[in-house]
């Protein structure tokens, strides 16, 4: 009995990590370019330019939370796969 509930506690630990990443992956993703969109309407409320640096850096931070999606997953998928047999190299 005490084992079951051991990994009903564990299972309900890792759905709610599982859940805490993906918020936290959305907030990022969200924010990201929201953050550096605003950074660069302010740039431009500076130097009274158009939306350039506005549209400029929205993509940067678009681009940014790619490029933090994409290494987040290597280094999650390099985690998970470590000690599995398809990782074993063969002398």
Partial sequence: MRDQLEKAAKSVRSSAKVRDDGLSQA???AAGPVVMGGIGWLVD????????????????????SFVSFYYRYQA????????????RRTH
Avoid at 45 to 64: K, Q, R, S
């Fill in 27 to 29: 907030f990022e993703f």
């Fill in 45 to 64: 409320l500076a130097t009274g330019m158009g939306p350039l640096f506005l549209i400029v850096f929205a993509v940067f931070g678009v681009i940014g």
């Fill in 76 to 87: 999650d998928t390099a985690r998970l796969d470590e000690g599995k047999p398809w990782t």
